[in-house]
């Protein structure tokens, strides 16, 4: 017989015969008794009575009875916390217990005994379970910890337990190390104080690793979430992550698989996109989320939903798998729906045929809700796919002629949207749509239908009979309807005056003085006043050119998104929402986002800089030394925290108060002065005297350069800086209806950023400020941003911004790239630029001929680049005219053999220099330019600006 038996009896009485029992001197009686206790405290019957005749049976070494006796203790130690004391001796005599089993079942059910009276008894059996011999005692008490440090934390801490759970990272069994793991996590998110108690460093993160592969599944997902927190060193230890995680992926446990994709995604941040590797992990990344849809509905949405967020970050990664979000019959609405989703973000033009297909007959199905999303999904891909829109144009038609009047009704709505992203393309249709005007009764619908008759009124030959028969019903409409009919009827009598004077007066009297809605009343003395005072301002107001709408309206806005993909298998994943908006406490608080891909450090971009300075005879002279750029931070960080207010009065640039105490070092080399390689002068020593020229002749090194010493360039003919013509930075879509376009130059030595500010929005914008974060130059602002204010819609201001190289500075990739803030009254926007190295050339940049071969002779070979620049057209004095206009200073010129040779220099405005030499062969459109300079990161740059000059 099963132990079902033990839940049927209904003696009465049984309390007194229990008790005779739990006291009778037969084990197995005994045994009996407790099942009959624990079935009776199961179903909800009060045994406590019993509490001291349990607590008895505790001494026996049958391990069944002792666990029913434990489970009895952990039920009713609250409410008899004074019996519960009882117990403490033999908790104590069981941890050392012979068994395992034993100790383990007796640390487990101690954790479990939320009682303060007896915590302080359990601490010295839980130290000693912490080093058992045993792994699965050791396992046991780790989750002991976490369970204690939730009923008395001060203790814990105290006692020492975390020093040995976090020694128990480093156990031989991976169980172990995966239970100290989620404790450890566990304490954290719970504790107050939010110290990280695991010290995520190359170590422990190499000892998780390990004990991954050996693991139970759920020891996997803590160990994985726990390398989701880790940031590695470079893009190196990244990878190699990524390598050893990446056969989790073909896991059984769906929860595994999605917590390797997290841990994946964060990485795959700070991986180079372009490499062979990266290219190979998307791939991999791709048939276990295809394999997860499979899987039964509900754990079929759960991948869905974390899709989602995953396809909107990499869409590279599902693009060529659109079939498997293709709808079943019997997938249940919430899963269909959720597909309908990700079908729409991974429409391209290569596979819209075969979504539209999909679409139309989804269309055709008998669930209202289904249709209804099927139909806007059709509208959404026009908007996304512009070579499908007259492809879905003519679905939507096609749909509407079906006359089911919740198809004909979504496939109006969507219609609007079209229209408003490609005006005067698809008008042709409106007369179709107006055959359908009785059947419409859904508010959106009506509205839409509206707003099509009044923005193209002067198309529609009875518009005013149209609107007018809205208006017979005005008072029952919806407020979206009626505010709709308002601004059309007003935009039909802006177009259209002398017949439709009646019906304006009609619709401003039923908006104003019979309606209680305070915004209908307020937008109908607006068009009122507007009308009656400047009818030429309302045509302005009213009938203004309005912003393309965008298919990334519906997108997760990029921020919330990057928070979204670290927290990938979590509910978070799953409501799309921050844990801040539906958890309270400590993890609502914490704010995560993606790692940024690691710069190349500076030591190891400098190394072949350094090597040469420090192996030179005498060291430079002290002077003050140029700008250290720091390795890359966090600069969206950065930006968010920037005071937008006024620039902060320029003042000199300290140049020591960049240089780290990390033994960073001057990453685009030294001034003037350390490539000539002076001495440093040593206390009590004589000066060092500086470097004379090298020997010039048949001896030296530098073979025919030191002839340069013998001619005489002239100055050039300067001419002005070349300027880039103006290119679009802010795009009004991404910017709600900003548009900034701009371009760099240079004028009498100062460096100017020139802006167009035009306002595509249908608002006035005012109260414009930027900023600049810290870049490679420390370029910001010399003068307030001056802007026209406000700034109407439709209107454009030109202005131009000096810049200043005096700002903090902190290396960027590219070098010269440059991240800006704009705020106004709307909003702060966020784009950035890459400026033109030439700019930042400057005007003292012409060396001494001495200095020049000095220094050229002084700067290894291995730091000289060539380069070929094609297709230039000038004679050799036109190129230095040119060059020297944008301050690249001739030092010399000579003829060899037939062959022009130019040898130049130039200097950034952070004092780095860089020598040149030209070759140019009469005749032939390619020279050769040839560039040296202690820093290397610069050089690229320079050919770059070379290269614009000659072509300009």
Same mark, same amino acid.
């Given at each position: ?68 006796? #434990?489970?009895?203790?952990?039920? #009713? ?38 009682? &303060? ?32 440090? &939730? ?66 599944? =759920? ?8 390398? !989701? *927190? ?40 700070? /991986? ?35 899709? *989602? ?52 007959? #989804?269309?055709?199905?008998? &669930? ?57 393309? $698809? ?12 059947? /419409? ?27 007018? %028969? ?57 068009? =009122? ?18 912003? @393309?709408? %965008? ?88 930006? @968010? ?6 620039? !902060? ?14 033994? %960073?070092?001057? @990453? ?60 679009? =930075? ?66 454009? *201001? &030109? ?30 926007? $966020? ?79 952070? !004092?780095? =220099? ?31 600006? $070379? ?6």
């Amino acid at each position: 017989m099963t132990d079902s038996k033990y839940f049927t009896t209904t003696k009465k009485g049984e309390i007194f015969e229990l008790k005779a029992e739990l006291n009778s001197d037969k084990k197995d009686r005994k045994k009996e008794a407790v099942k009959k206790v624990i079935a009776s405290m199961t179903v909800g019957k009060d045994v406590s009575s019993l509490f001291p005749d349990v607590v008895n049976c505790m001494q026996t070494d049958n391990l069944e009875l002792k666990k029913l006796v #434990y489970l009895y203790l952990m039920n #009713y130690a609250k409410s008899q916390p004074d019996m519960a004391i009882m117990a403490v001796n033999t908790f104590v005599r069981d941890c050392e217990d012979a068994n395992p089993l034993i100790r383990a079942l007796a640390v487990r059910t101690m954790g479990c005994i939320r009682v &303060d009276k007896i915590t302080e008894y359990l601490c010295e059996p839980l130290r000693k379970c912490l080093k058992d011999e045993d792994p699965y005692v050791r396992k046991t008490a780790a989750v002991c910890v976490a369970k204690l440090h &939730d009923i008395n934390a001060q203790l814990v801490e105290d006692q020492g337990f975390l020093d040995h759970l976090r020694d128990l990272l480093s156990d031989s069994n991976p169980m172990v190390v995966a239970n100290a793991v989620a404790a450890l996590a566990e304490i954290n998110e719970s504790s107050p104080t939010a110290a990280a108690l695991i010290d995520m460093n190359s170590q422990t993160v190499n000892k998780l690793l390990t004990a991954l592969n050996e693991c139970t599944e =759920w020891g996997q997902i803590f160990i994985l979430d726990s390398l !989701a *927190n880790f940031t590695p060193k470079d893009e190196r230890e990244g990878q190699s992550i990524c390598e050893r995680v990446t056969p989790r992926l073909a896991h059984a446990n769906a929860a595994v698989v999605l917590s390797a994709v997290k841990v994946l995604m964060k990485f795959m941040e700070m /991986l180079d996109p372009s490499t062979d590797y990266t290219i190979a992990l998307t791939k991999k990344l791709s048939p276990p989320l295809v394999t997860m849809l499979s899987s039964e509905p509900e754990i079929q949405y759960v991948a869905l939903r974390n899709i *989602n967020l995953i396809v909107q970050k990499r869409p590279e990664i599902l693009k060529h798998e659109m079939k498997v979000f293709f709808v079943k019959y019997n997938d249940p609405i919430y899963v269909k729906l959720e597909k309908l989703d990700i079908m729409i973000r991974l429409a391209t033009q290569a596979n819209i045929a075969q979504v539209l297909a999909e679409l139309k007959e #989804y269309a055709t199905e008998v &669930d209202v809700d289904f249709v209804r999303k099927s139909v806007r999904a059709i509208g959404r891909c026009a908007i996304k796919v512009e070579q499908s829109a007259e492809r879905c144009v003519s679905t939507l038609l096609d749909l509407i002629q079906t006359k089911v009047n919740y198809v004909v009704q979504e496939a109006i709505v969507v219609i609007k949207d079209i229209f408003r992203k490609y005006p005067n393309k $698809y008008e042709s249709i409106i007369s179709t749509l107006c055959e359908n005007l009785d059947t /419409l009764d859904e508010p959106e619908a009506r509205a839409s239908m509206i707003w099509i008759i009044g923005e193209y009124a002067e198309r529609i030959d009875n518009a005013d009979e149209l609107l007018e %028969s809205f208006l017979e019903g005005f008072h029952d409409e919806n407020t979206q309807v009626q505010l709709q009919l308002l601004t059309a009827i007003v935009k039909l009598f802006l177009k259209r005056p002398t017949d439709t004077q009646e019906l304006v007066q009609q619709v401003l009297s039923l908006a104003t003085q019979d309606s209680d809605n305070p915004d209908l009343r307020d937008r109908g003395y607006i068009y =009122w006043r507007l009308l009656s005072t400047d009818p030429a301002a309302a045509k302005e107001v009213v009938l203004a050119e309005k912003p @393309l709408i %965008s298919e990334e309206t519906d997108l997760i806005e990029p921020t919330l998104l990057d928070e979204l993909i670290c927290h990938i298998a979590s509910l978070a994943s799953v409501y799309h929402k921050p844990p801040s908006a539906f958890v309270e406490g400590r993890t609502a608080m914490k704010k995560v986002a993606l790692p940024t891909r690691a710069q190349t450090t500076p030591s190891e971009v400098v190394e072949a800089t350094t090597a040469p300075q420090a192996a030179a005879a005498p060291a430079a002279p002290a002077q003050p030394q140029t700008t250290v750029i720091p390795s890359q931070g966090d600069l969206i960080g950065d930006l @968010l925290s920037m005071d937008l207010g006024p620039p !902060a009065p320029q003042q000199t640039q300290q140049p020591s108060s960049f240089v780290e105490d990390t033994g %960073s070092i001057d @990453l685009l080399g030294g001034g003037l002065d350390s490539l000539l390689g002076g001495g440093i002068p040593v206390p009590g020593a004589a000066p060092t005297p500086p470097p004379m020229a090298a020997p010039v002749g048949g001896g030296s090194s530098l073979g025919g350069l030191g002839d340069i010493l013998d001619l005489a360039a002239g100055p050039g003919l300067g001419g002005g800086c070349y300027v880039a013509p103006k290119e679009v =930075w802010l795009h009004p879509t991404k910017a709600k209806g900003l548009e900034i376009s701009g371009t760099f130059s240079r004028r009498q030595n100062q460096m100017y950023m020139d802006l167009t500010f035009t306002n595509k929005a249908l608002q006035q914008m005012s109260g414009f400020a930027i900023q600049l974060n810290k870049n490679s130059f420390g370029l910001i602002p010399a003068a307030q941003l001056q802007v026209v204010s406000p700034l109407n819609p439709n209107q454009s *201001n &030109d202005t131009s911004l000096p810049l200043n190289p005096v700002g903090p500075v902190l290396r960027m990739d590219p070098l010269t790239n440059l991240q800006v803030a704009v705020k106004n009254n709307i909003d702060v926007l $966020y784009f950035s630029v890459v400026v033109p190295l030439h700019v930042l050339f400057v005007q003292d940049g012409q060396m001494e001929r001495k200095t020049f071969l000095a220094t050229w002779k002084d700067i290894p070979e291995k730091n000289e680049a060539n380069f070929h620049i094609s297709n230039v057209t000038y004679n050799t004095d036109t190129i230095t005219q040119k060059l020297q206009a944008n301050n690249i200073f001739t030092i010399a010129r000579r003829n060899v053999e037939g062959q022009e040779l130019l040898y130049q220099s130039l200097k950034l405005t952070n !004092a780095i =220099w860089v020598l040149t030499e030209l070759k140019i062969q009469p005749g032939n459109p390619t020279i050769t330019l040839s560039l040296k300079s202690r820093a290397l990161d610069v050089v690229q740059g320079v050919f770059e600006a $070379y290269n614009t000059i000659l072509h300009n």
